[in-house]
């Protein structure tokens, strides 16, 4: 896909999230968003700031601690300005869950001085443990609604089929990687020939071998850096275990905090959930945010209108909590965009 298209798809993305946003707006009572956050007290305040303090705190010590397993070390407060500064540009482009990753990879090689095998690895590894334990929970939470009556036990038998599909990918390509890196990398050797042509082709005479030799330097290079890479995940799954359970079990307990949060809003906004309903409204706002738009504008609005009419609550409180959801979104995406801007700042000095 060219750059242009990117750009066209970019734009047609948001302007149907928008769309879609702005007519799940048009059914909810806006009149009553004003009296239902004023009627909420410094406390309350207090207790959701808080909550989401500790969401943001576990997710960047997951990844230091990964990064330590990977003889990478870092600064908290570092990985805190890489992970927001991500999280704010993958916000902003299609998918809510990537597209600061590159970004991420660029600081920590050059402005961390992070060799680049460590540095792909890292991220790499971060990336696999969050969004396998949020599809494993996402799985699970299906599953606790397969045996109940809120929805045909056919469309959750469905769901879970899906994520019991991208789970097994996710499980069988970190196998591959690790088992059989050799087999890999000869699959994606014509691939990245091709890139190096195409990035080259100016400098390269017409006549000039366009194979890969073997004693080309950055073929040399390339293929280094891909088996330092798996010897170093090899060393971290085989000595590092212990960090990398504290990892996993830090991914879980944010999801505790989410779950926690959104009790905490529901029970601020006057909703007595129970458990099913709480389960309920949480697996439908986080497929929502799968869908490939912006930020989950629109779908989670949605989602939240959907769910609250079938469970026969509220929609005036479906309404308060769109919005203090966004707030909180705002929040965030402000403090990323100010850690993307200290990051262009001086270089940073090596650890």
Known sequence: MTKAQWRYLTVLLWVLALTLAGYALWQLPLRDIGDGISRLRWRDWLLWVSINVVIL????????????????????????????????????????????????????????DLPLHKAVAMLGMDRFVEMGSNFAVLLAGVLVLLGTTLLPAGEWLQISLVLVFVLSGMLLAAAVIIRHPQWLADRFRPLAQRWRQARNSDDVHPTADLQARPEDPQAQTSSGGWSAMVNLLRGALKEQRLKLWVALLLSLFGWAMLLLELFVLLRMLGVQ????????????????????????????????????????????????????????????????????????GRRQAKD
């Open 57 to 112: 705190y576990l997710a960047v010590k997951r990844w230091q601690i990964l990064g330590r397993a990977l003889s990478a070390p870092m600064w908290l407060p570092d990985l805190f300005r890489l992970r927001q500064a991500g999280s704010a540009v993958s916000f902003i482009t299609p998918g809510p869950h990537f597209g600061g990753e590159p970004l991420q990879l660029y600081w920590l090689k050059t402005r961390f």
């Open 273 to 344: 959930p129970d458990f099913l309903n709480l389960v309920m409204i949480m697996v439908g706002m986080r497929l929502a945010m799968l869908l490939p738009v912006p930020g989950g504008i629109g779908t989670i609005e949605a989602s939240l209108l959907w769910s609250f009419s079938l469970l026969g609550m509220p929609i005036a409180a479906a309404a308060t909590l769109i919005a203090l959801i966004r707030l909180r979104d705002a929040v965030v995406l402000i403090i990323g965009l100010l850690c993307l801007g200290s990051l262009g």
